[in-house]
């Protein structure tokens, strides 16, 4: 069965600290990659997408850039953090046309 | 551009009453949208919850339904008597079928809270 690992489950970060979130899919391989984000009061949307390893699309600019240094691995990042950035973050994969599959997630505070 | 309109939340039932969330969207951008319901229990990652592919179909599951009305362009999600269990939140979202983006685009989400 396939899984889909979200990491970390929360963050409190400073303005101006980097970040990492990662993602990892077992059990499926050359799954297509996703990141959504939700601000506070705010809709899901799609930030950015990977069909294969080190390619990624760009969605929505946000000052964050992602990569995919695996087949199963897609990180999100970003230098320096906004308070903008705060919100929950969802990574998600699908496979032709499958549904999505999402992780829990990851809701990130930026103070 | 596509985009998702639902009832705002908090929404607070008691158990055994029906609920009725109301999704309205706006397909620009896809001649013929598959719209999806999603729901995320506390903790959890969002699950599907039921989707329609065809207009004038209904999805159903775990006691919800929902009509894909292509005239009314909504989708709202029912269900007859809901239980503690149902407390979560749910988002309407409308996609298309393939590509390897076939992005989603989503309500704000309803957060729901049955009381016992």
């Known amino acids: 069965a396939q899984t889909i690992h979200q990491w970390p489950v929360a963050e409190i970060k400073a303005v101006g600290s980097p970040l990492s979130l990662g993602c990892t899919i077992k059990g499926k391989s050359s799954p297509n990659l996703y990141w959504y984000w939700q601000a506070t009061g705010g809709t899901l949307q799609q930030l950015f997408y990977s069909i294969t390893v080190g390619q990624v699309e760009s969605v929505v600019q946000l000052n964050l850039s992602a990569s995919r240094p695996k087949d199963d691995q897609f990180i999100l990042s970003t230098e320096k953090l906004l308070l903008s950035h705060s919100g929950f973050y969802l990574c998600?994969?699908?496979?032709?046309?499958?549904?999505?599959?999402f992780g829990s997630g990851t809701r990130l505070l930026v103070i | 551009g596509d985009s998702v309109t639902q009832t705002e939340g908090p929404v607070t039932v008691s158990e055994s009453e029906s609920l009725i969330i109301n999704c309205t969207y706006s397909?620009?951008?896809?001649?013929?949208?598959?719209l999806f319901w999603y729901v995320r229990y506390p903790g959890e990652g969002l699950q599907l919850l039921l989707k329609?592919?065809?207009?004038?179909q209904k999805g159903s599951s775990r006691g919800f339904e929902a009509t894909y009305n292509k005239e009314t362009t909504s989708f709202h999600l029912q269900k007859a008597s809901v239980q503690e269990s149902d407390s979560a939140v749910y988002y309407c979202?409308?996609?298309?079928?393939?590509?390897?983006?076939?992005?989603?685009?989503f309500g704000k989400g309803t957060k729901l809270s049955v009381k016992s």
């Open positions: 329609v592919i065809t207009a004038g």
């Open positions: 998600a994969w699908r496979a032709g046309r499958s549904d999505y599959t």
């Open positions: 397909a620009t951008s896809i001649a013929y949208p598959n």
């Open positions: 979202a409308l996609g298309n079928s393939g590509g390897s983006n076939a992005k989603l685009t």
